[in-house]
């Protein structure tokens, strides 16, 4: 499902830089805020299964902050609430995972609120005042089709073959001081 929505997100992206939509300042700034915020949401959801692969991938990319200077141990440290990721690390990824969501939902609300307030680009680079129309209706009927395809293939993928993305190392009981096997050097 994740890699399906950021395929998406990635091609709405794409569609904006082509058509000039990043001249739209407000709706632009918080599209990007947007994705980082998902970006966020998606890394602490994905240590959170608590197997092997957690401990490692919360070590290694919080570990990434060691590199600002003067702060960044300080900081690794903050985030992992002590010297090394732990159970309490976990949990607050668990309370960011959870919370994040709503947060993306209200900064959506308030993406889409500046789009209405300029109105979209279009590809000929026309005045398109002619062309707008009330919100729900036209675009709800368009954009339902790519929304059925797209949740056709992830419901198929998710009845017959669960298990065909997942990490076979998220089953391994968790040591953090052992790097998992399929990780090297």
Not at 160 to 180: K, Q, R, S
Request: aromatic share 18%.
């Amino acid at each position: 499902g994740a890699s399906f929505f950021f395929i998406c997100i990635y091609m709405h992206i794409g569609r904006g830089m082509y058509y000039g939509s990043y001249l739209f300042k407000e709706t632009w700034n918080i599209g990007v805020i947007l994705l980082f915020l998902v970006m966020a949401t998606a890394f602490v959801g994905y240590v959170l299964p608590w197997g092997q692969m957690s401990f490692w991938g919360a070590t290694v990319i919080t570990n990434l902050l060691s590199a600002a200077p003067y702060i960044g141990t300080e900081l690794v440290q903050w985030i992992w609430g002590g010297f090394s990721v732990d159970n309490a690390t976990l949990t607050r990824f668990f309370t960011f995972h959870f919370i994040l969501p709503f947060i993306i939902a209200g900064l959506t609300m308030i993406h889409l609120l500046f789009l209405h307030e300029t109105g979209s680009s279009n590809p000929t680079g026309l005045n398109s005042d002619s062309d707008k129309v009330p919100f729900h209706a036209y675009f709800s009927y368009k954009d339902t089709l790519g929304f059925a395809i797209m949740l056709t293939l992830l419901a198929t993928l998710s009845t017959f073959a669960p298990n065909i993305l997942g990490d076979p190392d998220n089953f391994t009981p968790a040591n953090p001081l052992v790097t998992p096997p399929h990780i090297k050097p």
